[in-house]
Structures are given as C-alpha cells and as structure tokens.
C-alpha cells in the first residue's frame, strides 16, 4: 500500500505493464507521471526507453513509431497536448497500434486554465481510440494495467486513452495498493504485435490508399471497437481474478436496484454523487447511479437494459458541446432513444470549478420533477453565477 | 521476398567498403513499377540509397511525392518495411521505431526520407527534437525546392528568384523573393555525428557519404539536391546536367560534417556563372538582369563561405529573345 497521486498511480502502473518505449513532453496537471517513470527508468526499476521529445505531436508520432516496430509503447498528455497530438490520434487506431495513453482532463483553449474540463478528451471520441474515465487514483493504476491487456486483444488492437482528473486525482494523493509484479505478469503477457515492421518480414504499413479499400478499413476498425466490449467486461473479470479489484467494465451501477431515477456521472463527480445518493436513499428515496467508464466503446445497449424500469434520468456532463447540451448527453439521449421517461442534462464544474454537494442534490430534485412531469429544463448548468436564460 | 544475407558479420546489412559508383550493390530494395516522373531525382537519389543501404533497413516516409509514387494501397514498390503517417513527424517516428528495435535486440537501420517541406518547414521542429537526441537514424532530404507533390509550392528550400505556384509571376512581385534556408547550417549546429550534402550528379561523392552515413552511429542527415522535372520546368533527360551544374555555379557546394569537422568533398575548378543553371529551367526564365546579378551575388558570397575564395561577381547579360529556355507545357504534371 502505498499514499500517492493519480499521476503516481498511473505511473506506477506503467512499470508494472512494463511498457518499454515511453516518448515523453511535460504538461501541467499530467507532468508528474513522465517524472515519476524518467525516475523508475533511471533507477532501473523499469527497463525502458526514455524519450524526451520536442512536442506532445512528437511524442504520439514516436509512440506510433515504436508500437510499429513492435514494442510497448506509452506516453501521457493534458489539453493543449491532446489537441497538438490530434493528427496523430487517427494514425494509432488506423495502423491498430495498441499504444496506451493518460490524458489528464483539462480544459482546452481561452478562457485558459489548468483545471479541470473533459473538452480536451471529449472531441477525440471519434479518432477510434477506446476512452474510459477514472473515479479514484486506484482506478487509475489498475486501468493502465487493463488498458494493454484490452489494447492488445488480438480482436481488439486499438489504443486506449486512460483520462482522469486534472488536480482533482492528478495532484491528489490516496490509499493504493500496488499489485505484485508477479500478479501482473500473469494477468498482462508479452506484447506481440500483429503488423510489424520487420526486415526479416516486410510489409508496408499505412500506404496511401484509394477509395476503392478505405471503406472496408473503416469497417473493420468500427467492428474491433464494437467488439472491444466484450473484452472490456471479460478483462474486468480477470483482473479482479488476480487483484481483487473490480469496476464492472463499461459501467458501474450504484444503488440502481429499485431505482426509479437516477444520474449518469463520469470521473471524480461520481463519488461526490454517490455521497447524495446515500443520503437520498437513507430518507427513502429511490434514486441510483450509473458510473459511466467507458465512452468509446459507449455502452448503449447496456445502458438501455441498466435504465428501462426508470422514470426519469439525468446526465452529467464536464463540458459543453455549444449546441445546448454537453456530449455525454448526446450519447446517453442517442443510446436511449427508445424510451419514454424524460432525460435531462446538467452541466457542471466546467473550467475547474468544483461540484459540490448541493448541486448534485439539485441535479437530483430536477430529475425527481421531470419524473413527476413538473416543468423542467432540458439541460441545466450547476453553479452558474447569476441565472440562466 | 527473398532476403540476401551476407556471409559472416554480424548483420544482413555487411557489405564491402562503398568507395565508388562500382561498388554500389546490384539487389534492388526500391524497385520498378513506381509511379515517379521520367527524369525524378527523388527517384534517383532513393533507388540507389536504398541499394547501398542494403535489405535490414526500415523506412519511413512522410507526406511527400514519394509517399505518393512509391505505394499505393495494395502496390508497393518497396522490398523492405515501409510506414507513413504525416508529414511534420519524420525525426520522432523514426527515432520511435528504432526505440523499439532496441527493444527487440534488432541492429537494424532506420531511414526516414523527407522532402524539403516536410524538413525545412513543417519537419523542422520534429529534425530538430532527433537531432537535439542524437537518436540513432538516418534522415535523408530529398530537396526538389517546393512543395511538388501538391503541385510546386515554394518552400523554405525554394531558390531566390524561382517561380513557384505560391510565388508566381506577377505584374508586382516576380517568383520567390527570399534566399535559400541554410538548412545544412541548422542541422549541423545541433553537432551530430554525420551530415553531407549530396548530388545525384556526382555519384562517387554521393556513395562515400552514404557509406559514411551507414558506418556511422547516432544521427545522421543526408541532403540531396533532387531535380524536379515538372516543377523545375525542365526536360527529363537533362536532371543529371542540371544537378551537376547546381555544383558546378556553387548554387549547391558538395561538403560533410563528419564528427563536427566540415570538410569540402568537391571544388569546381573555375565557377560557372549561374545563368548556366537558370537557363535549362523554366522556373527561372522570367528573371530579370537585376534579379539574376541578385542571386549570383549571392552565390558569390556562398562560394566565399564554403570556398575561401573571392570570386568577382560575373556580369549578367540577357540575350534578349533568345532564351534557351524548355518549359514543360503538360498543365497536369505534378498535380
């Protein structure tokens, strides 16, 4: 056991992963992990290639490059650096180079800040890449850890982002309980790539390619994310074999056994609205939780099957898509298209701003009016200073 | 495909000492069936790098003509592993790929092969990050002076006075109106173990520095000047005339940075005014006296740098309507 940040946990659970070429570009609030791994390296406590690169473009063209030529690959961004690294997001899902990345949220462009915002990680849904949201910064060990045995699925072969919060569990220190090196090793085998460049085997990867093939690429790419589920739940279950620890692969309910309404939360807002949902059930409420995880490959089917008998669901959402609702929204909406009961969305803690307490209990009493056909808003901001249109 | 393997060595890449065009292996790894114009200096310049460097050899390909011409989904004219992902990133991924050769126990040669854009200009930052590592790679420039394959764009490589479709001839401005990147300059103040330029018209220079590259561990640059048919406005059967006159009018000096020492590989015996050049080249044929007697200034003061030697700047005079000018007519080439 040991008492250390998100980003130590992340880093942590890279040694242990035994990711061997680890490209690098320091960013504010993710900087800490490349830190602690340039210390593991040199300590020989990882036996790794360290690769202090000129940009986060860099850093994802090298990661590319080496899980190309057929080893482990990690590297850890934020933001702007998530941003800067766009171009190259496509090329890893494309190419199906199970590269594994950290991206601590943080909001992106004017008005600019460190803190907390999922507008960074939330435009990259559609670059192919499988993204889950951490809760706590054991979470955050054990899903660099999942992420290559998921990653390297030989249905699977797509790289995954791990995102957490900025400060909030990045720069947060916790309880977490390393797993042995032994227990990890027999849970995560050898990395063996599927296209690799080999002089003793040639092949050409990623020539440029006429319309005539694109479109079937494309297709396979969609199935292998599509069957990625499957193995997200099954890797789930075998970790928690090994470690104990279990997360419940795309989701995770709370309290939604009898619940008549309940809230769709990612990241550390989750705890803060399990804490409401406690309270709400000690004075007979029936209210629940859905702990999203998993945002590519979104859970639709088992979001549908998790929330039929509700009345009423909320949706909380980390940022803002500028059309009126934020993107979880759009999915949750998406994928429960079917239903009859009112779903709404709540915006909050955009920019950094703390979630409190309170404006999860009034995310709760708004879906508790929808549910009752009181007159509610489709999408209402928490903590906005002075009142919404 | 067939792998030759040398005997004894430790590597499938042992070959003999390359000293001369002579010694240049048969077995092809770039080979027929690529899309290149006739007369490509790219073409050139990549078939016989990729001989000389042998069959354990990576390489890596950013957005380029080459890119384009070389593979094409689901041809390929390439006999050794080949990747491609953008443009600006040559000096990263290939400096990732050797990471993971390292990794694998495999002593294999790294390449990456850029064009003047994807390394004077938007390559720039991603050379400089390798370079600044001393990875252990080969990064060869293949610099045809524009941005060919989307159809002749001045670059940082483009030369004074040259007519480009992003630096046309008009009533105002005619052609490029800046000098030539001093890109060897840049890459050599990084103080990496090897950097050479090279011509395809001087090939026992070009095959002893590719031995040189080869031998050589750490960071490597290679720069070829590459006649463009297309974008040079020139006939194909006249690249390598050309290419040898760029060395010949000191438009480029043939030298090498070996182990931070400069040392010059070729010195014309008397230099040639640099109307010589500029007259097998449409791109050029728009130059007015003063532009040209600009440009050969400018040579001059080049040739003083490299040569030590002050060298009176020739008089330019236009024989009016009598250009020797070939322009390439084809609308469609290198679009």
């Not at chain 1, 056991?1 to 990711?19: C, F, P, Q, T």
């Not at chain 1, 550390?268 to 949902?277: D, E, H, Q, W």
């Not at chain 2, 290939?94 to 495999?106: F, M, Q, T, V």
């Not at chain 2, 890459?187 to 590719?210: E, W």
Request: charged share 25%; proline share 5%; with cysteine.
């Amino acid at each position: 056991m040991k008492v250390i940040s998100a980003d130590h946990a992340v880093a942590h659970g890279v040694r242990l992963a035994r990711a061997e070429v680890i490209p690098a570009f320091p960013i504010t609030p993710q900087t800490l992990i490349v830190e602690l791994i340039s210390e593991f390296i040199n300590d020989g406590e990882l036996d790794a290639e360290f690769m202090p690169v000129e940009s986060e473009h860099s850093a994802m063209s090298a990661a590319i490059g080496a899980s190309a030529g057929g080893a482990r690959a990690f590297t850890a961004t934020s933001s702007q650096g998530l941003a800067l690294m766009h171009e190259m997001l496509y090329a890893a899902p494309q190419n199906r180079l199970p590269v594994v990345m950290a991206n601590v949220n943080r909001s992106l462009g004017a008005a600019s800040g460190i803190w907390l915002e999922y507008n960074d990680s939330m435009p990259e849904r559609e670059s192919g890449w499988l993204q889950v949201y951490i809760e706590d910064n054991q979470e955050a060990l054990d899903m660099i850890i999942q992420a290559y045995r998921i990653a390297e699925d030989r249905s699977v072969m797509l790289p995954v982002m791990v995102c957490l919060d900025g400060f909030v569990l990045s720069h947060t220190v916790e309880r977490v309980d390393l797993p042995s090196q032994e227990a990890v090793d027999s849970f995560l085998p050898k990395f063996r790539p599927l296209n690799v460049l080999d002089p003793e085997d040639p092949k050409f990867i990623n020539p440029v390619t006429p319309p005539e093939f694109t479109m079937e690429m494309r297709y396979q790419l969609d199935r292998a994310m599509e069957g990625s589920r499957e193995i997200i739940q099954k890797v789930d279950g075998e970790y928690a074999k090994v470690t104990g620890n279990r997360y419940g692969g795309l989701f995770d309910l709370y309290n939604m056994e009898g619940a008549e309404t309940a809230l769709v939360t990612l990241g550390t807002a989750t705890s803060t609205a399990k804490v409401v949902v406690d309270r709400l059930r000690e004075k007979g409420k029936k209210v629940g939780l859905v702990k999203l995880r998993f945002v590519r490959p979104f859970p639709a089917r088992e979001l549908l099957e998790a929330t039929r008998e509700l009345k009423a669901l909320g949706v909380f959402d980390r940022s803002i898509s500028f059309n009126g609702f934020g993107p979880v929204f759009t999915e949750v909406r998406n994928a429960l298209h079917s239903v009859t009961y009112p779903i709404t969305n709540h915006i909050a803690g955009l920019g950094g701003r703390d979630i409190t307490f309170e404006q999860v209990m009034h995310m709760f009493d708004i879906v508790r009016k929808s549910a009752e056909g009181e007159g509610t808003r489709e999408c209402t901001w928490h903590g906005l200073r002075g009142a919404m249109e | 495909m067939h792998m030759a393997r040398s005997e004894g060595g430790d590597g499938m890449n042992e070959t003999k000492q390359m000293k001369s065009i002579r010694d240049i292996p048969r077995d092809d790894y770039f080979v027929r069936g690529h899309g290149a114009c006739p007369g490509c200096g790219v073409a050139i310049a990549v078939k016989n790098i990729a001989r000389m460097l042998g069959p354990n050899t990576t390489v890596y390909v950013p957005a380029s003509c080459l890119v384009v011409f070389s593979a094409l989904y689901p041809t390929c004219a390439w006999k050794v592993p080949y990747f491609y992902t953008a443009f600006e990133n040559t000096g990263a991924v290939i400096a990732g790929i050797k990471a993971a050769y390292k990794r694998r126990g495999k002593d294999t040669v790294v390449v990456g092969m850029a064009g003047d854009g994807g390394t004077f200009d938007i390559g720039l930052q991603a050379l400089s990050g390798a370079a600044d590592r001393n990875d252990d790679v080969i990064y060869v420039c293949l610099d045809n002076e524009a941005y060919m394959n989307t159809g002749i764009q001045r670059s940082g490589a483009t030369p004074f006075g040259a007519w480009t479709t992003t630096s046309p001839i008009g009533k105002k401005i005619q052609g490029k109106r800046e000098f030539k990147k001093d890109l060897d300059a840049i890459v050599a103040a990084h103080g990496i173990p090897y950097m050479a330029t090279l011509s395809i018209a001087h090939f026992n220079d070009f095959v002893r520095k590719v031995q040189r590259a080869k031998e050589v561990k750490g960071f490597r640059f290679l720069h070829v000047l590459t006649p463009c048919v297309p974008g040079w406005r020139s006939e194909a059967a006249k690249s390598v005339t050309i290419a040898k006159l760029a060395v010949e009018t000191g438009m480029w000096t043939l030298y090498e940075v070996d182990q931070g020492e400069e040392k010059l590989t070729y010195k014309p015996k008397t230099m040639v005014p640099v109307k010589e050049y500029l007259q097998l080249q449409g791109r050029f044929r728009h130059m007015s006296e003063e532009d040209i007697t600009t440009l050969q200034n400018w040579v001059c003061k080049k040739w003083k740098e490299h040569f030590y030697e002050e060298i009176p700047v020739p008089p330019c005079e236009l024989e009016k309507g009598k250009k020797d000018l070939i322009v390439d007519e084809d609308p469609l080439h290198g679009v």
